[in-house]
């Protein structure tokens, strides 16, 4: 159960990473809600457990310079497109990737400003 409270911390953030990057246009991500939102971080959370193993080798991440995990947290935001309904990807493949990088920026920032505000609830990064 020591699992659930960082999930549901992470699911949170996501999705409001989510909401957040959806209101620049370029991207190409649109979230019809906050709903659907928290459904799509949970299927992040749940395909980042799944997928993660491949990019989990500090070998591969240094032989690929970081390129593994971009590939992999593109697959993810493809995938939890292709599963949430109303959570959609208007520029495809483009959108994924772009998303990823955004989604891995603004999700590093918002824990670290939930860290500094509850460091006891939430590791520092």
């Known amino acids: 159960m020591s699992f659930l409270i960082p999930f549901i911390i992470g699911v949170i953030i996501t999705a409001i990473s989510l909401l957040i990057i959806s209101k620049?246009?370029?991207?190409?991500?649109?979230?019809?809600?906050?709903?659907?939102?928290?459904?799509s971080g949970v299927v992040f959370?749940?395909?980042s457990w799944l997928l993660g193993w491949?990019?989990?080798s500090k070998?591969?991440?240094v032989l690929t310079l970081g390129l593994l995990w971009l590939v992999?947290?593109?697959?993810?935001f493809g995938l939890s497109a292709w599963i949430v309904e109303g959570?959609?990807?208007?520029?495809?493949?483009l959108?994924?990737?772009l998303g990823a990088i955004a989604l891995t920026f603004v999700n590093s920032v918002?824990?670290?400003i939930l860290s500094l505000v509850f460091p006891t609830v939430v590791p520092a990064i």
């Open 95 to 97: 959108s994924a990737i």
């Open 24 to 39: 620049i246009p370029f991207l190409g991500i649109e979230v019809d809600g906050v709903g659907k939102a928290l459904l």
């Open 59 to 61: 070998i591969l991440n």
């Open 54 to 56: 491949m990019a989990g």
């Open 110 to 112: 918002l824990f670290k």
């Open 72 to 76: 992999v947290n593109t697959i993810i």
């Open 87 to 93: 959570f959609r990807l208007r520029n495809g493949i």
């Open 45 to 47: 959370g749940v395909l």
